[in-house]
Every structure is written in structure tokens, then in C-alpha cells.
T-cell receptor, first 111, second 116 residues
């Protein structure tokens, strides 16, 4: 099983601040996905990164895949209370269909 | 429906009882997955179906857990002789196909199982 380490585990910030969360592994991944999970709901896919060094932007969210495809980061600019949730990174297992998830970063953005 | 639905949303049972958790995937989705999620952590893979065929059950914790998808649509996850350690959120996901970098899994709201 590929181990995905996410940091920090918890993050509490004020509205308008910037933040970065990380997803690291000793394994090389063919792709990596980021999900956001709001309280009481299931995870929702935000982005898939495939190419080493790839940067994808989704409004105020910027996702980067490490050059060696072993790590990824998610940067949020000017966080808003609506960004509150559990941010999960996931990679396809060797089976090619099951997802292995990290433990997530729980983000709280207060007004 | 518009998304993956699961029922019941909450299930409280006594130790030793059997429970059946239902998943109704997005119409037309070929692949169906069951995951278990502990509070504040990421989902953990349990089993996978391609149409009606259970192609991977390597994540099922023990033989008290079983799953079926007899007609390639609705799936049931059954836990026999429940134990307190089975308490968790059980999530179902479906996808249009299986595999591939951009194959998106859509998750249901989950069933919160509590074993007393």
C-alpha cells in the first residue's frame, strides 16, 4: 500500500489568509488527486495531476505535482469560510481502480 | 437520481446483529466501490465491482463482511455478527468506468454505523 502523508493535520486560520497543505510519499505516482470533504458529505474531486511539475489552478486554489511525482501541494489564496473542510489527497493503488487516501488536512476558516 | 445515494444514513445496532447497507450508484456507472472512513481520516478501500462482478474484495476486513451487486446497479454491503470495532462511516462511490488517471469517483453521503 502506497502511504500518503498529509500535513498539517489541522489548520485554523482567519478569513483572507493564505495557506498551503502538503501530501508526501516515498512512492512515485502516475497521478494524484485532491478531494474536499465538507461535514456530513462525501469527498468531492477537485483536481487530478498527472505530469511531474504540473501546476493547476482552480479559482483561488493552486495545485502542484512535484517534479519527481512523489509529492503534491495545495495552496489557497485569501481563504474564505466556504473553504472549510477536510482536504484529502489520493492516488490510484497498484490495482488501477481503488484509491488510497491520505489522512487529510482539516481546515477551519473563521470570519 | 443526481448522485450516489446510500441508505440508511444512520444505523445503530447491537453487537452480534447483522446489518445491510445499501448503495444506489449514479445511473449508467459501471464501477462501484465501497470504502470505510474513520472520523477525521480518509476513506479506506473495501471492495470493487465492475458491473455485477466483484473483482476485488481485498480490503474487506474479515469474512463477516460481504458485498453483492446482483444486477450491476444497486449494491449491498452486509456485515454479519457486528462488533463494536465495525462502527464507522461506510461510503459507496461509483464511476463511469474503471481505471485511468482521470476516472472520477463520485462518493455518496455514507451510512454511519454504530454498534453498541
Amino acid at each position: 500500500t502506497q502511504l500518503l502523508e498529509q500535513s498539517p493535520q489541522f489548520l485554523s486560520i482567519q478569513e483572507g489568509e493564505n495557506l498551503t497543505v502538503y501530501c508526501n510519499s516515498s512512492s512515485v505516482f502516475s497521478s494524484l488527486q485532491w478531494y474536499r470533504q465538507e461535514p456530513g458529505e462525501g469527498p468531492v474531486l477537485l483536481v487530478t495531476v498527472v505530469t511531474g511539475g504540473e501546476v493547476k489552478k482552480l479559482k483561488r486554489l493552486t495545485f502542484q505535482f512535484g517534479d519527481a511525482r512523489k509529492d503534491s501541494s495545495l495552496h489557497i489564496t485569501a481563504a474564505q469560510p466556504g473553504d472549510t473542510g477536510l482536504y484529502l489527497c489520493a492516488a490510484l493503488s497498484n490495482s488501477g481502480y481503488a484509491l488510497n487516501f491520505g489522512k487529510g488536512t482539516s481546515l477551519l476558516v473563521t470570519p | 437520481g443526481a448522485g450516489v445515494s446510500q441508505s440508511p444514513r444512520y444505523k445503530v445496532t447491537k453487537r452480534g446483529q447483522d446489518v445491510a447497507l445499501r448503495c444506489d450508484p449514479i445511473s449508467g456507472h459501471v464501477s462501484l466501490y465501497w470504502y470505510r472512513q474513520a472520523l477525521g481520516q480518509g476513506p479506506e478501500f473495501l471492495t470493487y465491482f465492475n458491473y455485477e462482478a466483484q473483482q476485488d474484495k481485498s480490503g474487506l476486513p474479515n469474512d463477516r463482511f460481504s458485498a453483492e451487486r446482483p444486477e450491476g446497479s444497486i449494491s449491498t454491503l452486509t456485515i454479519q455478527r457486528t462488533e463494536q470495532r465495525d462502527s464507522a462511516m461506510y461510503r459507496c462511490a461509483s464511476s463511469l468506468a474503471s481505471g485511468g488517471y482521470y476516472n472520477e469517483q463520485f462518493f455518496g453521503p455514507g451510512t454511519r454505523l454504530t454498534v453498541l
